[in-house]
């Protein structure tokens, strides 16, 4: 080839790239939120976990080199989700750690703000997924509240018979996973293996095994399936006996004991500093349950304890969950030998659509119904917060209204966002080894803390 072709080529060649060069950089905050050398004295506190106790260990002689920062993660099965730890060792003695969030960046309250009051529960159920009913309540109940209506007996009973199936669905997940996590493979195969049965009912009654948009403002879509009563009999009669096996495969099991007494302490002082709810509170020595505080759904109607424990460890983490599976099924056999009859929801047509037969039969019961599917229901301005006592701890929901169909803002005050807090205090001065059982033994959901 010629001169002139070598030059076409490159003038060619020019005019492709004109325009692509490379942007001037401009840094980021990415690493931020890492541990840095040097931090202020509150964050050097809440990473020593040394913000209410002082039990710190660490002699600030050792020499830089003895030292390392590791990572944990950005994923481990024991989360439920995407978590990453920034861990300071000291040989095999963890003097530092700070949880790193926001790896699942779902924006779910946000998202709330583009759907009406009616669409809600079907975002919110999917938060914390391993208990979707106590996302669908406490949404429900803030709705209920501004609009200043109260569901009818039978609705509110369902509301509790779901909501306690789900507490002990999604403790088992608790305990198999903390049982895999800490080696006891059996526990895993158990729990998932009782939680089907859970499951299977609730799919027979809502159509699905998780994430189910059941309970809605008003109360709750469909009423409980033909034959329920024997369902949930055998479920109780299955999970009972399954229960005390439990107790007999780990309660006096010495590697078990080994792996979890002691482990991950947290005292009452750092566990209400740290606003610390559910099982994780009460194995402090807490005795707090937002069931016997502020009831809801006429749970107070039911007779349960609330169990608690002294030590504030992995052990007795564990324990609680055990016990409060107890209390719950007490309360699903409370419910179940007074369900009341009537209605499952409000009769009130703005709220809630028309029965499904009507809608063949009545041109108006047509148009309520697709006006209610696509436009919803209008609900007067305020703000409240409402809370339930979901199986990791004190689930809020503060909804605003401005008076449109659509709320204004939503928040959700996630137990798991709260409790994640522990995690430096629970692991200062703790083996390595210990990490993974600690982070298990507070239950946390991820989706419920990357809102």
Same mark, same amino acid.
């Given at each position: 080839?010629?001169?002139?072709?070598? *030059?076409?080529?490159?003038?060619?060649?020019?005019?492709?790239?004109?325009?692509?060069?490379?942007?001037?950089?401009?840094?980021?905050?990415?690493?931020?939120?890492?541990?840095?050398?040097?931090?202020?004295?509150?964050?050097? /506190?809440?990473?020593?976990?040394?913000?209410?106790?002082?039990?710190?260990?660490?002699?600030?002689?050792?020499?830089?080199?003895?030292?390392?920062?590791?990572?944990?993660?950005?994923?481990?099965?024991?989360?439920?989700?995407?978590?990453?730890?920034?861990?300071?060792?000291?040989?095999?003695?963890?003097?530092?750690?700070?949880?790193?969030?926001?790896?699942?960046?779902?924006?779910?309250? $946000?998202?709330? %703000?583009?759907?009406?009051? @009616?669409?809600?529960? =079907?975002?919110?159920?999917?938060?914390? &997924?391993?208990?979707?009913?106590?996302?669908?309540?406490?949404?429900? +109940?803030?709705?209920? =509240?501004?609009?200043?209506?109260?569901?009818?007996?039978?609705?509110?009973?369902?509301?509790?018979?779901?909501?306690?199936?789900?507490?002990?669905?999604?403790?088992?997940?608790?305990?198999?996973?903390?049982?895999? /996590?800490?080696?006891?493979?059996?526990?895993?195969?158990?729990?998932?293996?009782?939680?089907?049965?859970?499951?299977?009912?609730?799919?027979?009654?809502?159509?699905?095994?998780?994430?189910?948009?059941?309970?809605?403002?008003?109360?709750?879509?469909?009423?409980?399936?033909?034959?329920?009563?024997?369902?949930?009999?055998?479920?109780?009669?299955? +999970?009972?006996? #399954?229960?005390? *096996?439990?107790?007999?495969?780990?309660?006096?099991?010495?590697?078990?004991?080994?792996?979890?007494? @002691?482990?991950?302490?947290?005292?009452?002082? %750092?566990?209400?500093?740290?606003?610390?709810?559910?099982?994780?509170?009460?194995?402090? @020595?807490?005795?707090?349950?937002?069931?016997?505080?502020?009831?809801?759904?006429?749970?107070?109607? !039911?007779?349960? /304890?609330?169990?608690?424990?002294?030590?504030?460890?992995? !052990?007795? #983490? &564990?324990?609680?969950?055990?016990?409060?599976?107890?209390?719950?099924?007490?309360?699903?056999?409370?419910?179940? /030998?007074?369900?009341?009859?009537?209605?499952?929801?409000?009769?009130?047509?703005?709220?809630?659509?028309?029965?499904?037969?009507?809608?063949?039969?009545?041109?108006?019961?047509?148009?309520?119904?697709? *006006?209610?599917?696509?436009?919803?229901? $209008?609900?007067?301005?305020?703000?409240?917060?409402?809370?339930?006592?979901?199986?990791?701890?004190? +689930?809020?929901?503060?909804?605003?209204?401005? @008076?449109?169909?659509?709320?204004?803002?939503?928040?959700?005050?996630?137990?798991?966002?709260?409790?994640?807090?522990?995690?430096?205090?629970?692991?200062?001065?703790?083996?390595?080894?210990?990490?993974?059982?600690?982070?298990?033994?507070?239950?946390?959901?991820?989706?419920?803390?990357?809102?």
């Amino acid at each position: 080839m010629g001169d002139g072709t070598k *030059k076409e080529q490159t003038e060619i060649l020019d005019l492709w790239v004109a325009g692509s060069e490379e942007p001037e950089f401009q840094p980021t905050d990415e690493g931020a939120q890492e541990i840095a050398s040097e931090e202020t004295r509150g964050r050097l /506190d809440t990473q020593f976990g040394r913000v209410v106790d002082d039990d710190y260990l660490f002699d600030d002689d050792v020499a830089e080199d003895e030292r390392m920062i590791v990572n944990m993660g950005p994923q481990h099965p024991s989360t439920h989700g995407v978590l990453r730890l920034q861990i300071e060792l000291e040989g095999e003695i963890i003097r530092r750690s700070k949880p790193i969030i926001g790896y699942l960046h779902t924006g779910m309250e $946000k998202t709330a %703000e583009q759907l009406t009051f @009616g669409q809600g529960p =079907t975002n919110v159920t999917r938060m914390d &997924y391993l208990a979707p009913f106590h996302g669908e309540l406490a949404y429900s +109940l803030a709705v209920e =509240t501004l609009l200043d209506i109260d569901v009818p007996p039978r609705a509110a009973a369902i509301r509790v018979l779901m909501t306690e199936l789900n507490r002990v669905s999604s403790h088992l997940v608790a305990l198999a996973t903390n049982g895999m /996590d800490i080696g006891a493979l059996s526990m895993m195969i158990y729990g998932f293996r009782e939680r089907e049965s859970i499951l299977a009912f609730f799919e027979k009654t809502t159509g699905l095994r998780m994430n189910h948009n059941y309970i809605r403002p008003g109360g709750v879509v469909v009423d409980l399936p033909p034959g329920w009563k024997d369902d949930v009999a055998a479920i109780l009669v299955d +999970l009972r006996q #399954r229960f005390v *096996k439990y107790d007999d495969m780990l309660k006096e099991n010495p590697i078990w004991l080994s792996r979890t007494k @002691g482990v991950g302490i947290i005292s009452p002082e %750092e566990a209400i500093a740290f606003s610390i709810t559910g099982p994780a509170l009460r194995a402090a @020595g807490v005795d707090w349950d937002i069931r016997k505080a502020f009831p809801y759904s006429g749970i107070e109607n !039911y007779e349960f /304890d609330v169990p608690t424990r002294e030590n504030g460890d992995v !052990y007795d #983490r &564990y324990r609680v969950r055990i016990d409060e599976m107890w209390e719950s099924l007490k309360i699903v056999e409370q419910v179940m /030998d007074v369900m009341p009859k009537g209605d499952f929801r409000v009769g009130d047509r703005k709220i809630t659509p028309p029965p499904r037969a009507r809608i063949d039969e009545s041109m108006e019961a047509l148009i309520h119904h697709f *006006k209610l599917f696509t436009e919803g229901f $209008k609900v007067p301005p305020g703000e409240t917060y409402v809370a339930v006592e979901s199986p990791r701890g004190e +689930l809020g929901c503060y909804l605003v209204s401005d @008076g449109e169909a659509n709320p204004y803002r939503m928040h959700t005050r996630a137990p798991s966002f709260y409790n994640l807090q522990s995690l430096p205090i629970a692991m200062a001065d703790s083996l390595m080894a210990d990490t993974v059982a600690t982070i298990a033994s507070m239950d946390p959901v991820m989706g419920d803390v990357d809102r």
